[in-house]
């Protein structure tokens, strides 16, 4: 049972460039989420998906698409990175309709962007 | 204006003194208030949930109380071990299932 997982951990980009993170989870969540860490900002929302077959934008969406490929994989899209796109990311999974419903987080993927 | 405020941001303990660190929170409704664990470069880590006020909740020398505005996470005799940064988080009943989170408090226990 791994939990979250996230793909690549570490990932260093050129202004303009694209690329996907990965993320599975193998706990029969219904619900997938996207955060980001920042310094001084705390963890915020990117985006998530309640349930397979749907999205919504959180706190922070501009510059980023999501995909929630199956029930287990949600991935996240840089289409042009951006400097201001430096950051950790974290991947999330939880049930759903459930009160209280804890999220479970992954290691993270360490972006930077030149 | 935050919906989560933490308190301290840091905190130096000495091995075996205890100490509480503050979470205050609005929302229109509380679905859930959350407290998790992050070590230097790891995602964060699940410890409590807490849903009503005078809720109480306890692990090894942890120990986590809500109120209707704010909760702590009381820390006894705390061990070197116990140092990372703790973030709390809101779950409103307006919001969805999204957590809203804290700026956390880094907890440093020396020897």
């Known amino acids: 049972n791994a939990g979250v997982t996230q793909t690549p951990k570490f990932q260093v980009l050129k202004t303009g460039q694209s690329m996907t993170l990965q993320c599975a989870q193998d706990?029969?969540?219904?619900?997938m989420y996207w955060y980001r860490q920042d310094p001084g900002m705390g963890l915020r929302l990117i985006y998530y998906?309640?349930?397979?077959?749907?999205?919504d934008k959180g706190e922070v969406p501009n510059g980023y698409n999501v995909s929630r490929l199956n029930k287990r994989e949600f991935s996240l899209r840089l289409e042009s990175a951006a400097p201001s796109q430096t950051s950790v990311y974290f991947c999330?999974?939880?049930?759903?309709?459930?009160?209280?419903?804890?999220?479970?987080f992954g290691p993270g993927t360490r972006l930077t962007v030149l | 204006e935050d919906q989560v405020t933490q308190s301290p941001e840091a905190l130096r303990l000495q091995e075996g003194e205890s100490s509480s660190l503050n979470c205050s929170y609005t929302?229109?409704?509380?679905?859930?208030l959350f407290w998790y664990r992050q070590d230097p470069g790891k995602g964060p880590e699940f410890l409590f949930t807490?849903?009503?006020a005078g809720e109480e909740k306890e692990k090894e020398r942890l120990k986590a109380t809500l109120t209707k505005k704010e909760s702590f996470l009381h820390i006894t005799a705390p061990k070197p071990e116990d140092s990372a940064t703790y973030l709390c988080?809101?779950?409103?009943?307006?919001?969805?299932?999204?957590?809203?989170f804290g700026k956390g408090t880094s907890l440093l226990v020396t020897p």
């Open positions: 706990m029969n969540h219904n619900s």
């Open positions: 999330a999974s939880s049930f759903t309709g459930r009160a209280g419903n804890e999220q479970f």
């Open positions: 929302v229109s409704g509380l679905r859930g």
């Open positions: 807490l849903y009503s």
């Open positions: 988080a809101v779950q409103d009943s307006n919001s969805g299932y999204a957590l809203n």
């Open positions: 998906s309640a349930s397979e077959g749907t999205t």
